[in-house]
């Protein structure tokens, strides 16, 4: 589960999930069941690790997160709630460990963390290719991509269950549209049969801050 926080630093979208669209808008945040899968598992362990983290600080260290300005959640009413310091601890760190960053010990400034505006992917088992677009392009400096996908499923399928997803790799800065996740794909689930329709979602994570932008979510069929 990423954090996902708007420009402002505030934290984007609403529990209640994210909406999918088969022409890439933008998606706000979703909080997922914890259902027993490789990726919620890998996440609780995460959680756990970060929260031991914080209780391990200084208590300097911790009033300096609990003095920490400019970082706020919305809950499902609309109404902003200030994030605890151990939670933004948690949540920063929990970002900048699902795409490979460097965790934090003091609390960062707020940056503008800029979501993608479109996304497309085009999978073709002929080929033996997987090609997403994305804008804006490339990937910004002080930024990652993580990449997540679901498991091939019946085309009549067109909104995939919150658990569905599977984070698959994490492009670096610089990466630019047009890149091929075919590899990264297999690896994950196999080679996906023709017909079948796959799931893409995209989010930008600053590594300096572990702040993330609102996921973006396409799909395609199997050719």
């Known amino acids: 589960m990423l954090y996902q926080f708007a420009n402002n630093g505030k934290l984007s979208g609403r529990a209640s999930g994210n909406v999918y669209a088969r022409n890439g808008r933008v998606r706000g945040m979703t909080v997922p069941k914890l259902v027993q899968n490789s990726n919620t598992q890998r996440v609780r362990s995460m959680f756990g690790s970060n929260s031991s983290a914080f209780r391990n600080l200084t208590s300097d260290q ?60 085009a999978p073709d088992r002929s080929l033996g290719t997987f090609v997403v677009d994305f804008a804006a392009t490339p990937v910004p ?19 995939p269950g919150r658990s569905a997803f599977r ?48 996921s973006i979510v396409t799909d395609a069929i199997v050719v």
Do not use: H
């Not at 400019?70 to 760190?93: H, I, P």
């Not at 990264?184 to 300096?208: E, L």
């Open 62 to 121: 911790i009033r300096e997160w609990n003095g920490v300005k400019g970082f706020t959640t919305v809950d499902r009413f609309g109404n902003e709630v200030v994030l605890s310091g151990k939670m933004l601890f948690v949540s920063l760190n929990q970002n900048l460990k699902l795409v490979g960053a460097a965790s934090l010990i003091t609390p960062p400034m707020p940056v503008g963390v800029i979501g993608l505006t479109s996304l497309t992917a």
């Open 141 to 159: 400096a002080g930024s990652a991509m993580l990449i997540s996908a679901t498991a091939p499923v019946s085309k009549t399928i067109t909104r």
């Open 167 to 214: 984070d698959v790799v994490v492009k670096a800065a610089a990466t630019a549209t047009g890149f091929d996740l075919w590899n990264d794909y297999i690896a994950r689930f196999g080679a996906p049969a023709v017909g079948t329709r796959i799931f893409v979602r995209a989010i930008i994570v600053s590594t300096v801050t572990g702040q993330a932008s609102a």
